[in-house]
């Protein structure tokens, strides 16, 4: 028993025991605190999907989902002229909103 009493009293007395130990012992506890909240955060959200009744009911028009496909989008893009275009800056919150269409 005096052995392992002056072990531990040899080790209590290194820096590396006395800040490393109670600094893992936090990371390692944090992380399954964190856990057990992000859990509770998850368990009681009250958010849903939106159906498409409660959207009309607040005033949104919902499309189809049938109307929006991968081909239908790529058709639409496919068409666009991407040749002959102008790098146009938007304006910055401090300058006058004036249009740019004119300047060259």
């Known amino acids: 028993m005096n ?4 072990k531990f009293l ?6 590396s025991f006395r800040y490393g130990v109670p600094f893992l012992l936090l990371i390692v506890g944090g992380s399954f605190g964190l856990q057990q909240f992000a859990q509770l955060r998850y368990t009681f959200s009250k ?3 939106l159906t498409r009744q409660e959207a009309e009911k607040y005033g949104i028009n ?3 989902e049938e109307e929006v496909t991968l081909e239908g989008e790529y058709e639409k893009i496919k068409g666009l002229d991407i040749e ?3 790098n146009v800056r ?12 004119g300047k060259q």
């Open 62 to 64: 919902m499309k189809k």
């Open 84 to 86: 002959h275009w102008d």
């Open 3 to 6: 052995s392992l009493q002056q």
């Open 90 to 101: 938007g304006p910055r919150p401090w300058e006058e909103t004036t249009p740019t269409s």
């Open 47 to 49: 958010k849903g999907s």
């Open 10 to 15: 040899y080790y209590s007395k290194r820096k």
